[in-house]
């Protein structure tokens, strides 16, 4: 029991660094803060997955990471609690001609948008993984290298 106590309070202190970010930003104002990603960028087909969620600012859900560091079967467990306890959330999708077209950068900042649209709550600040000059629908930005990483959102 012991070694479990220990696990759980480690657990606690990485998610409450991963939220330093995110808390500074709320000190400034922006209560309603919401992280985006993308999956897919790397394979040669296939589509790029962007997606966009809105977390309360006490969520706290184990395992929560970068998804390169999380299990495929974590993810699936995570996914389903990210959906259960979230404010809001959006999910953009573009096809593999599309990307042909457009290229890989353009259909990430497209599927970016459209997430966006889906939203039923419209943050006051987006926090994005490394990318510039997007269409955030007049919403401000903040884009933070390896924010996958570094930002619970």
Do not use: W
Not at 60 to 85: C, T
Not at 108 to 133: W, Y
């Amino acid at each position: 029991m012991k070694g479990y106590k220990k696990v759980k309070e480690k657990e606690e202190e990485r998610l409450t660094l991963l939220k330093e970010q995110e808390k500074e930003l709320r000190k400034k104002g922006f209560n309603t803060i919401c992280g985006i990603d993308e999956a897919g960028r790397g394979p040669l087909a296939g589509p790029v997955v962007v997606a966009s969620v809105i977390m309360p600012a006490d969520s706290m859900i184990e395992g929560v990471n970068d998804s390169k560091k999380v299990s495929e079967k974590k993810r699936e467990k995570l996914y389903d609690q990210i959906l259960e306890e979230a404010i809001s959330y959006g999910v953009g999708i573009i096809g593999q001609d599309e990307i042909d077209e457009i290229n890989i950068l353009n259909a990430t900042k497209k599927g970016l948008t459209m997430s966006l649209q889906e939203l039923t709550v419209k943050p006051d600040l987006i926090i994005v993984d490394a990318l510039n000059h997007i269409d955030t629908l007049g919403i401000p930005y903040e884009s933070i290298i390896k924010g996958d990483a570094k930002c619970y959102s």
